[in-house]
């Protein structure tokens, strides 16, 4: 059965050459993309905390 081996990021040997791009950050690599005109990147969003609601506090219950 063949299966499909997909090289490691840092593999040489699989054809894998370090560019001037891989050690950019994302905000970096967004400006160029944005730059070239042909394509606008959205800015990352992160994302939002999960809202906790303690219903014993709110409405006055005791547990104990």
């Known amino acids: ?3 499909f081996h ?3 990021p840092d593999s040489s040997h699989f ?3 370090e560019t001037e791009f891989d050690n950019l950050s994302d905000e970096e690599l967004d ?3 944005n730059a070239t005109g042909k394509t ?3 800015p990352a969003k992160k ?3 999960i809202r906790v609601v303690d219903l ?3 409405l ?3 547990n104990g």
Do not use: E, F, H
């Open 15 to 17: 054809g894998y050459k």
């Open 40 to 42: 606008k990147v959205p």
């Open 6 to 8: 997909q090289p490691a």
């Open 31 to 33: 400006k160029l993309i």
């Open 56 to 58: 014993d506090a709110l």
């Open 1 to 3: 059965m063949n299966t």
């Open 47 to 49: 994302p939002q905390p």
């Open 60 to 62: 006055g219950g005791d």
